[in-house]
Nanobody, 125 residues
Framework: QVRLVESGGGSVLAGGSLRLSCAAS????????MGWFRQAPGKEREGVAV????????FYADSVKGRFTISYDNAENTLHLQMNSLKPEDTAMYYC??????????????????WGQGTQVTVSS
């Protein structure tokens, strides 16, 4: 069983930065991939970024490329999402997720087996 706990959300002005963290516990091994998803009110959950724990391969949604950076700290079993140049449209509940094995459609939320409870990010103009 894998448990994920997010932290680091908050309210910022447009152009500001936030760093989200997701502490992972349980049976996390090298074959896992971990991702960040977000869901705004009235919208579908969308993939933001993903990373493979073993090889550090990363992919990003076009909307966040160049502004967000995903990373995984193996020593502390913690996933991070550094978010810079935040925009009002980044406002959403952010979730971390995990699954065993890489998939081509990394942003398909239904493919992930484990989810955190979410952390709110609000960006005001």
């Amino acid at each position: 069983q894998v448990r994920l706990v997010e932290s680091g959300g908050g309210s910022v002005l447009a152009g500001g930065s936030l760093r989200l963290s997701c502490a992972a516990s349980g049976y996390i091994v090298g074959g896992y991939i971990m991702g960040w998803f977000r869901q705004a009110p009235g919208k579908e959950r969308e993939g933001v970024a993903v990373i493979s724990i073993s090889g550090s391969s990363t992919f990003y949604a076009d909307s966040v490329k160049g502004r967000f950076t995903i990373s995984y700290d193996n020593a502390e079993n913690t996933l991070h999402l550094q978010m810079n140049s935040l925009k009002p449209e980044d406002t959403a509940m952010y979730y971390c997720a995990a699954r065993l094995g890489w998939i081509a459609k990394w942003d398909a939320s239904y493919e992930y087996d484990y989810w955190g409870q979410g952390t709110q990010v609000t960006v005001s103009s």
